[in-house]
């Protein structure tokens, strides 16, 4: 392929529009015919993640282009299945050879018996105030995506709730964010990097009004209510406005400057999606009760980090000993709640014989409670 051809290639692949600074880079690479750099590049992009689908696509197409000039068949193939699995539509430039042509023909060829990745959403009837199940199913042959963000609207307020990719899942929109007149919702379908694979259809529910309440006749019992049926989300990320999470927590713990073991348990509650507050009591040679302030730097994704503060008061034999504690650790989303792991250090205001300080290592489960 002559320079000029190669120049004509790497002026389809940077059409306007999508701006990406590596990307960008990699085409003018790839228009230098500097091969090795832009595989190099396109690859920096597509490991960096958080592409949009159409950046995804381009960066997956560079990367297949540049292999298959360097003679890199089976992978130049396989990133040309990526890169129509984002982009049913892309195309192979014109004035490209054989070497090229070859391993394109063979991925369309793969996607003609197969349709691409997709992402569709379905909820049942919406009622103001009451939490909304929303059923998210996922089809991807070549195993792209493994997560399913599903991004909620409801007037001015708008926020997600995640899911680990399955063919089948559902997740929980909590009933603080449900109001009429109209839900909309939207699933994104994410690779491991974050970059968008599939985007479904919004899909817009009807929010209804919710049913008046039965008024108590004089010398009758007021009717049961019976609470509205909901399964729990698989991972739930509050709005970035709202908080209102209530949380239960049971664990066990282990200490490494004086040996011993111990459970804990407590509540908290989220003032926002990123602060819980809350208390907790431990049991072990002796008891400790603390008062708790967490931060969650990040809850959209199955892994996160979080802080607790903790103000303690722990028995001796004069009284009440105050002290204070941090606590680092990482959360994993698990069934209804969440796995908790991690390491606290505290000190005590206390005297000999007592040790002032102390190293815990924690593991439990938190649990979300419906409001």
Do not use: C
């Amino acid at each position: 392929m002559s320079a000029l051809a190669m120049a004509l290639v790497a002026s389809v692949l940077a059409a306007p529009g999508d701006r990406h600074p590596v990307i960008s880079e990699a085409e003018e690479a790839y228009d230098r015919l500097d091969f090795e750099r832009a595989a190099r590049l396109f690859q920096r992009a597509i490991d960096a993640g958080r592409l949009e689908r159409a950046q995804l696509s381009r960066a997956w197409g560079g990367l297949a282009l540049s292999w298959a000039v360097l003679g890199r068949r089976d992978a130049a193939e396989e990133a040309f299945k990526r890169a129509l699995a984002a982009d049913p539509d892309w195309k192979l430039p014109e004035n490209v050879g054989p070497k090229v042509r070859s391993p394109f023909a063979d991925a369309r060829a793969y996607w003609q018996s197969r349709a691409p990745p997709s992402v569709t959403v379905s909820a049942e009837g919406a009622v103001a105030k009451r939490p909304v199940n929303v059923s998210v199913e996922v089809a991807d042959p070549l195993g792209m995506v493994e997560l399913v963000r599903v991004e909620w609207k409801v007037g001015p307020d708008s926020g997600d709730v995640s899911s680990e990719a399955v063919p089948r899942a559902t997740v929980t929109i909590g009933g603080a964010s449900v109001q009429p007149p109209e839900l909309s919702l939207t699933a994104v379908a994410l690779d491991g990097r974050g970059s968008v694979v599939a985007v479904s259809k919004t899909l817009v529910v009807p929010v209804a009004a919710p049913p008046p309440e039965v008024e108590r006749v004089a010398g009758l019992p007021k009717p049961p209510q019976k609470p509205p049926q909901t399964r729990p989300a698989l991972v739930a990320t509050l709005p970035p406005s709202s908080g209102g999470s209530v949380h239960a927590y049971g664990g066990g713990f282990g200490s490494v400057l004086v040996a011993g073991i111990g459970a804990e348990v407590g509540a908290s509650y989220g003032l926002t999606p990123h602060v819980d507050v809350g208390a907790l009591a431990a049991l072990g040679a002796g008891w400790a009760v603390a008062a708790t302030l967490a931060f969650h730097p990040s809850r959209t994704g199955r892994l996160s980090p979080y802080f607790q503060l903790r103000g303690l008061v722990a028995p001796v034999v004069t009284g009440l000993a105050p002290g204070a504690g941090l606590m680092v650790g990482g959360t994993a989303e698990l069934g209804p709640g969440r796995a908790v792991a991690g390491v606290a250090a505290e000190g005590y205001a206390v005297q000999e014989p007592y040790a002032p300080f102390a190293v815990l290592l924690s593991l439990g489960y938190e649990l979300d409670l419906p409001l």
